[in-house]
């Protein structure tokens, strides 16, 4: 999918779903800051540690050149394009937008990945970095232990050759004062080398853009002016010689052996034959090590200058220099698989000392390449020397358990190195398992490492190399078996291997234990301590707790009469107890209803006993799964046991299946209002809003974990983030994040589940929809299915109150932060002591009663008096003042039934911030719960500091059934008897479309909005027709407001509950009495709509003589690179279609890739309508073709494309692209995609030509398929798409054993054809397929051409190397007007 986001031409931005927007400020005069220090991030990678700038009027003149700075010295594919606020929300395209020492994020595109500011500043710099990455490195060294604080590493050593030259070399060190930036340290280069250094490639010609892609380099890089990379034999290993491949032990001498090595006793010829079969030599470069009795030699590179090495059939001679190693028992031999070939077939090895004349001779006849045999790309070999035993070739079994920890998985590449008495393993690369994907969360992945034998095992060294977007790693365990003994080796970590997690470490040395019983029992042990550590806030004394059995599915229960049983109901009396002692994991638990008994073990019968005693204290044993043992603290081993009846078990009972001995632990009053939860998703990880608004269950059990409940009604919260105040947990259009601004979208009921202790948050205003998890973390909306990814295990960090004195939860202001109450001097008590957040509830709890106390400079006084009818409904509050609004409040207490009754004056306090004076409020009910009818007379507001007084007179009956129907009214600010501003009655005109099935049953709302704020989210439900929304009908409302000056924008809302309900509105017209004219908003599409997979329930409508102009004016400014794109689907019966339809996108510099337009499915791409978008195409250079297409999905996907229109917004240029042709398998060509030039002034358009595709299919056993078959044709402009291979001419059965198959595709010149990626998608019972090779036949330039694309080899997953992908190079250039040889028939 493109990075340029694909959205609905009219639609801007969707506000929450109150439909509140805030009202700009006015701005003061500000002085010009002379010189800003700003620090800018990488989009979505926190491992970029950032750069920082200092941005003055001489330093960038323009915005433009910020820009292009920038892109020198961040490494994004095209250079920095964007730059946006943390969060991502807000684009910055003015110089002066930028505030000093603030951070800001960098992107190539529109689209914005959000990082962790604070992991990235806490990355070490480039220069002080002691890891060289490269995923070309057989593996990655376990780095020095890291530096302690304030002392300085090392700084990085890199090798530079000349272009060209590879003589020509010198050694530099990246320190600090060097790599300031990539153009000073090309400078350097400059002077070190000692000509003009202009570019840098690696070795194997590969681009290096930026400073930071030098760091991550493998040690050597090619410096070049202006000219192209020119190839060479740039031998890294013959300079950088390493002391050790990853896990091989440094070199030691034989004790008492104080004399220096004798170097002629380890001189050796090595002869080394590549076999001649097809491609097997290698570009790679060859090493060897060998293995002594004494010790082992270091790697050793083998490399020449006379020409290429290791070439099919050819026999290579060196001499190596190992010293004295001892008598040779192994040797291993391996590359470093670089190069555009690196696979290798060995022959045959042949060693002879020069010294004693000894000779060994291996043959081998094996591939060292990653898609062949094993995928191994070194081998290890014994040596037979006379009077030795010869150690056995074993094939060692590792299995490596990834952790249970959220983003615990990786998509780096891991490497390992297993040592053993006689050696090791050295570093080898595990990536073939029989899973899917590698180290998943949660996941135990198989790997085969075939070696010489190594005894007994005593240690691995485990590691990845940091590359990939999710590079973190949290490991388990790993065991290797040993076939040849049957031992087993346990090696237990349970820790991050992580630069931002633990102790930073990404490679770790880990010592067997024994065997797999002992590290499970190990592991089980860490576990029971990790489970204590996040369940132990349960047994704070003075905490009432409630004991869970699973066996009997009901809770313990005390009765007045001593006797106990495990049958009680959630809700009995009896089955609360208070915590009144705790020491350690003892504790006392006494009746909370009974306060005389306690629960107690005596004589190993469960009772209730009286006045406390040794008996009553109970030890907490925490089990995995959360469910923990009472045991008697006087008799270990008696255990608080039941039978499947819930009875106290007695001696004789069955066995312990048939006994209830485990139990959950819940806790009274954890989500009352103003409680601080923390809502664990592992015993050390918790839900955590982030810096863009979003949710990770990934984030650390700490301060930016904790929310603050908000309880709306019995079983309903909102959750508020304590670090973010007014940042709320919501769901909303398909996303779950931490963005919310306390409307109903944050409105959760919680759903307890008994056999965990867990809580499940379910959307109130999306039933169905629960916050989840995926593997990695990240929230999103889910369905409930039992799974662990909606299971949040809350912990009290500080308790709230049941029924807050005269205090109200509001849940947009919030009341006092937890860190401002540190600020009062109190003394804790006992249980207040052991936490410094506890001491905390208290004091907020008491301050909270004081008005004085709790309230600041922006608090007041809000009194609602109610009229003759009162009501139970949700009462909620805007205030708008001339800089801003505040809004939604509700006002609300924890028993509501008390609150708005027949003529009586409710209290509420509140805080309103920086919104200036102000001029208007709105007061609402939602219109449900029982009585929705409610008669206000008068709302007063007194600020509390300096006693004004702010009175609003309503004398309104706000009901859905009666007057206007309204539930909402405005009230303007009185001054000097008069209102500041009129209150107006508009007319609304609503036009349903007169398209079929135009009309809606759903509910419709309507937010007005002026040059003085809004109206308000108001619904449409009192129309001056029968019968609302009826196609091609005309409704009219009235909308009553304070004056919003003139109009602006309208914002429409359908709450569509499915597809037969979504609505199409053709436009709204707008009245004030009094006024000479109307304003008009033109809509024209359905409602809801979707947008890149997303469905959207509301979009904003301009007024109609500023639609276009007003709105690209807007778009200039805030994103170059916009088009409009206009897609028109024919008048044809069944023209339209129900698939999902996609637009390429091809430019001089890049291509878009597919941008989702939309679904047939969402009332898009219906029969004679023109749909309108809005694509983001920045960076792609001179346009000169498209390509449309669809997925053939729905129930009838065929379509009818009559044109499509691209007009650059910016400038206003109008490309017009003329389809008229069916997409569809069964109409015209069969084709889904059509492609289509880009017609310039002055320049003439790309033909399009027709590819004639012919298939040959292997003549081998079993080499037909009956998978779906797709090709994707690529040349010097571009390539055709992937398409599928349906129509064969004169064949009805396609892809037949022996068969040609002759196909053909449309698209606009490809030019020179390279290559082909051809694949199956593996459907049908004979799936597996023989492709021998693929010739394609065009005609260009009135010349004819064919091009060879030899194969050879089977797409299956069962044989070969297990591919159903294959990319194909031509064989060679196309020849005019004839074959290419004998192959093409």
């Known amino acids: 999918m493109s990075d340029t986001p694909s959205t609905g031409f009219s639609m801007i931005h969707p506000t929450s779903s109150g439909g509140q927007a805030s009202v700009p400020r006015h701005l003061g005069v500000t002085h010009p800051v002379v010189a800003k220090r700003i620090s800018f991030y990488k989009s979505g990678d926190p491992q970029f540690g950032g750069v920082r700038v200092v941005v003055n009027p001489r330093s960038f003149k323009t915005f433009d050149a910020l820009l292009d700075t920038l892109s020198k010295r961040v490494p994004l594919p095209f250079g920095v394009r964007n730059i946006s606020t943390p969060r991502g929300r807000h684009g910055i395209t003015r110089l002066e937008d930028l505030e000093d020492g603030e951070s800001y994020l960098c992107s190539h595109s529109r689209k914005v990945q959000p990082v962790d500011l604070d992991r990235a500043r806490r990355r070490p710099r480039p220069w002080l970095s002691s890891r060289a990455l490269s995923t070309r490195a057989p593996g990655p060294a376990p780095g020095p232990a890291p530096a302690a604080p304030g002392v300085p590493r090392a700084p990085r050593r890199l090798l530079v050759f000349r272009n060209g030259d590879p003589g020509t070399r010198s050694a530099v060190l990246l320190s600090r004062k060097v790599t300031q930036s990539f153009e000073a340290f090309l400078r350097h280069l400059t002077a070190v080398m000692q000509y003009p250094v202009a570019k840098l490639y690696a070795t194997d010609g590969r681009k290096v853009p930026s400073l930071q892609a030098v760091i991550l380099s493998s040690g050597a890089v090619v410096a070049a002016g202006r000219e192209p990379f020119k190839p060479g034999n740039y031998d890294t290993q013959k300079f950088l010689l390493p002391a050790r491949l990853p896990g091989i032990p440094h070199r030691v001498r034989r004790k008492g052996n104080a004399k220096s090595e004798n170097r002629k006793s380890g001189n050796w010829k090595v002869c080394i034959i590549t076999s001649d079969l097809p491609n097997a030599g290698t570009s790679s470069q060859i090493y060897i090590i060998l293995y002594g009795q004494h010790r082992s030699s270091a790697p050793i590179y083998l490399y020449g200058t006379d020409g290429a090495r290791f070439q099919a059939g050819q026999e290579d001679i060196f001499t190596i220099t190992v010293g004295d190693i001892g008598t040779p028992f192994k040797m291993r031999i391996g590359h470093t698989n670089s190069g555009l070939s690196p696979s290798w077939h060995c022959k045959e090895i042949r060693l002879q000392s020069i010294n004693s004349g000894d000779e060994f001779h291996i043959p081998v006849q094996r591939w060292l390449a990653q898609d062949q045999e094993d995928g191994d790309i070194c081998r290890e070999l014994p040596l037979l020397t006379k009077g030795q035993p010869i150690l056995p070739v074993t094939v060692y079994e590792v299995c490596v358990a990834t952790g249970e920890l959220w983003n615990a998985g990786t998509v780096a590449n891991v490497y390992i190195s297993v040592c053993g008495e006689k050696g090791d393993t050295g570093s080898r690369l595990l990536f073939r398992s029989k899973s899917s994907c590698n180290f998943s969360r949660g996941q135990t992945d198989t790997f085969f490492l075939e070696a010489v034998h190594l005894g007994n095992l005593y240690k691995i060294v485990i590691g990845h190399d940091g590359l990939g977007p999710g590079n973190g790693w949290f490991l388990g365990d790993v065991v290797v078996r040993d076939p040849t003994t049957s031992d087993e080796y346990a090696f237990f970590c349970h820790r991050w291997l992580d630069e931002g997690e633990d102790d930073g470490k990404i490679v770790r040395e880990l010592y067997a234990k024994g065997n797999s019983i002992f590290s499970a029992r190990q592991k089980l042990e860490l576990q029971r301590k990790e489970t204590w550590a996040a369940e132990s806030w349960k047994f704070v004394k003075g905490n009432t707790v409630q004991f869970y059995s699973r066996l009997t599915r009901g809770f313990v229960r005390l009765h007045p009469d001593g006797t106990v049983d495990a049958n009680g109901e959630k809700t009995d009396k009896y089955g609360l107890f208070d915590v009144i002692f705790n020491k350690g994991n003892i504790c006392i638990f006494q009746s909370h209803e009974i306060r005389h008994f306690s629960l107690a073990l005596d004589n190993g019968s469960v009772t209730g006993m009286a006045g406390g005693g040794a008996p009553t204290e109970l030890r907490v044993l925490y089990q995995p799964g959360r469910s923990a043992l009472l045991e008697s603290a006087l008799v270990p081993g008696h255990t608080v046991a039941f039978n499947r009846l819930g009875r106290i078990a007695d001696a004789s009972a ?732």
């Open 654 to 1385: 069955a066995g312990y299946a048939e006994l209830s001995r485990e139990f959950v632990i819940f806790v009274k009053g954890v989500f009352y209002n103003s409680a601080v939860v923390l809502l664990a998703t592992s015993l050390c990880q918790a839900l955590c809003p982030q810096p863009d608004g979003t949710c990770t269950g990934a984030g650390k059990q700490s301060e930016k974990s904790y929310w603050k409940v908000h309880k709306i009604s019995s079983g309903i919260c909102m959750f508020e983030s304590v670090k973010k105040a007014r940042m709320y947990l919501r769901i909303k259009d398909g996303r779950c994040d931490g963005a919310g601004t306390g409307d109903t979208d944050c409105h959760f009921k919680i759903k307890k589940n008994l056999e965990n202790a867990s809580v499940s948050l379910e959307s109130v205003k999306s039933p169905g929809l629960f916050v989840g998890l995926q593997p990695d973390g990240q929230a999103k909306p889910v369905i409930y299915t039992k799974n662990e990814n909606v299971y949040f295990y809350p912990q009290v960090i500080q308790f709230g109150r049941e029924n807050p004195m005269g205090m109200c939860a509001t849940r947009s202001q919030g009341e006092e932060k937890i860190q401002e109450s540190k600020n009062h001097k109190e003394s804790p008590a006992e249980s207040e002591a052991s936490d410094p957040l506890c001491s905390t509830a208290a004091k907020e709890t008491r301050h909270a009663q004081s008005s004085e106390a709790l309230l600041s400079e922006d608090a007041w006084k809000v009194l609602v008096l109610t009229g003759n009818t009162g009501t139970q409904a949700s009462v909620t509050l805007w205030v708008y003042g001339d800089e801003g609004v505040t809004g939604p409040v509700i006002l609300s207490k924890d028993r509501p039934e008390h609150l708005f009754l027949p003529r009586q004056e409710d209290e509420f306090q509140v805080e309103i911030r920086n919104i200036g004076e102000i001029y208007k409020i709105r007061i609402g009910h939602g219109g449900t719960r029982g009585q929705p009818a409610w008669s206000l007379r008068r709302v007063t507001m007194q600020h509390i500091k300096s006693k004004k007084i702010l009175d609003f007179v309503a004398n309104a009956c706000l009901s859905p059934i009666q007057a206007d129907g309204d539930v909402v009214c405005e009230l303007p600010v009185i001054r000097e008897g008069q209102p500041i501003f009129p209150v107006v009655r508009y007319h609304v005109f609503v036009y349903t479309g007169q398209l079929k099935q135009a009309e809606t049953e759903a509910e419709v709302s309507l937010c007005l909005y002026g040059e003085r704020g809004d109206s308000g989210l108001r619904r449409l439900h009192k129309s001056n027709m029968p019968v609302r929304f009826q196609r091609g009908q005309a409704d009219e409302f009235e909308v009553e407001a304070v004056s919003l000056g003139k109009l602006q924008k309208v914002l429409l809302r359908c709450e569509a509950g499915d597809e037969s309900q979504y609505w199409y509105c053709e436009k709204v017209v707008v009245r004030e009495p009094g006024a000479a004219s109307e304003c008009t908003f033109t809509c024209e599409r359905w409602i809801p709509y979707m947008s890149q997979g997303i469905i959207y329930s509301e979009i904003e409508l301009y007024l109609q003589e500023m639609q276009i102009n007003h709105q690209l004016k807007i778009q200039e400014e805030e994103n170059d690179g916009d088009w409009k794109v206009t897609v028109a689907t024919g008048d044809l019966v069944n023209a339209g279609t129900t698939a999902v339809v996609f637009l390429c996108v091809y430019g001089e510099a890049r291509s878009s890739g597919p941008i989702i337009l939309g679904s047939g499915k969402h009332q898009l791409f219906k029969p004679n309508t023109a749909d309108i978008f809005k694509i983001n195409l920045k960076g792609l250079g001179e346009i000169y073709k498209i390509r449309i297409g669809h997925d053939n999905s729905g129930r009838d996907p065929k379509w009818y494309l009559e044109e499509v229109r691209l007009e650059n917004m910016a400038t206003s240029e109008l490309f017009c692209l003329t389809v008229e042709s069916w997409l569809a398998e069964d109409e015209d060509d069969g084709d889904l995609w059509k492609e289509m030039p880009i017609v310039t002034t002055g320049k003439a358009p790309l033909p399009v030509v027709v590819y004639e595709i012919q298939i040959h299919t292997g003549k081998k056993l079993g080499a037909e398929t009956e998978s779906n078959v797709f090709i994707n044709l690529i040349g010097t402009r571009g390539d055709s798409g992937k398409r599928r291979l349906h129509q064969s001419k004169g064949n009805k059965a396609r892809f037949q054993r022996g068969q040609i198959d002759i196909f053909s595709i449309k698209a606009v010149s490809l030019g020179t054809l390279k290559k082909v990626l051809i694949s199956h998608d593996g459907t049908g019972p004979g799936n597996g397929w023989f492709l021998e090779n693929i010739v394609v036949k065009f005609e260009e330039e009135d010349r004819s051409q064919n091009v060879l694309f030899p194969c050879n080899r089977w797409l299956d997953e069962y044989q070969d190397d297990g591919k159903t992908e294959r990319e194909l190079l031509a064989e060679s250039g196309p020849s005019a007007g004839g074959g290419v040889g004998s192959a093409v028939s």
